[in-house]
């Protein structure tokens, strides 16, 4: 049999693109083995996962849907075969775009969808990471927010309280988990600039919201990934949930703008 690996393993959901893929990269600079999941492109995340080996790190890209039950079963499984253990798990699968429209003009279908997807795409892997994490005796949870939970703005009702019921049910896995040596927080991020949010970010859009900035700037996702390697700190166990609010210092000023 072979020996189980020392180095500590980290999942990190939809690691292929844009902030998770910056999360994986700072991971594995921690010494973590990066766990990359991606839904369907397959291109990025071998990218992610080279990238990282470049810089003398540890990962792996492993595929699979985690709104799909048997598709986290899979990975799960996987990851325990190759690696006995898996000690962090990073929530950030953007599973459905959001439907940027006020409530006069937004679907009950897409409202619902968002829901469902965000909620999807972490309960059937926390449930499942939760169970292997209390074997073990330790484990740490991180979830990726939003500041929309909380500063309202033009058209995000649907992304906001998407985000705004991850937070919550993130708290309540916290509760349950405390005595199993599981800490749980949320990373919350506000705006920032990604591929994904190029269509909505631009040279206007940016300056209002570094404006509004005590930093006078908006965020990139190595702001994001930096704040979750800090979250997965051993020593913020004590913390366990609660929201890691990273929004440069938008929520310093009356009225901040949302992500």
Not at 22 to 34: E, K, N, Q, S
Not at 80 to 89: H, N, S, T, V, Y
Not at 119 to 131: K, R, S
Request: no cysteine; charged share 15%; net charge neutral.
């Amino acid at each position: 049999m072979a020996e189980t690996p020392t180095t500590a393993t980290a999942i990190v959901t939809g690691a292929g693109r844009g902030i998770g893929a910056a999360i994986a990269a700072d991971l594995a600079r921690r010494g973590y083995h990066v766990v990359v999941n991606y839904r369907r492109d397959a291109d990025a995340a071998a990218a992610v996962v080279a990238g990282i080996h470049r810089s003398g790190g540890s990962a792996v890209a492993l595929a699979g849907d985690v709104t799909a039950p048997d598709d986290v079963a899979s990975l799960v499984a996987t990851v325990l075969a190759d690696r006995g253990r898996i000690d962090a798990l990073v929530v950030n699968a953007n599973t459905v775009a959001p439907p940027f429209a006020p409530l006069s003009e937004l679907t009950w279908a897409a409202f619902a969808a968002k829901m469902t997807g965000e909620l999807a795409g972490a309960f059937h892997i926390t449930q499942q990471v939760v169970a292997v994490m209390r074997a073990q005796g330790e484990g740490r949870l991180v979830y990726l927010g939003s500041t929309a939970a909380d500063y309202v703005g033009a058209g995000r009702l649907a992304h906001g309280t998407a985000k705004a019921a991850l937070a919550t049910f993130a708290r309540h896995v916290a509760a349950e988990t405390a005595r199993d040596g599981i800490s749980v927080l949320t990373v919350a991020p506000g705006a920032v600039r990604t591929e994904a949010t190029a269509a909505v970010l631009n040279a206007e859009r940016e300056k209002a919201l570094a404006d509004n900035s005590v930093l006078h700037r908006i965020l990139e996702p190595a702001d994001v990934a930096a704040a979750v390697g800090l979250a997965l700190d051993p020593a913020l166990r004590p913390a366990t949930g609660t929201v890691l609010r990273v929004d440069a210092g938008w929520s310093v000023l009356a009225g901040g703008p949302t992500a």
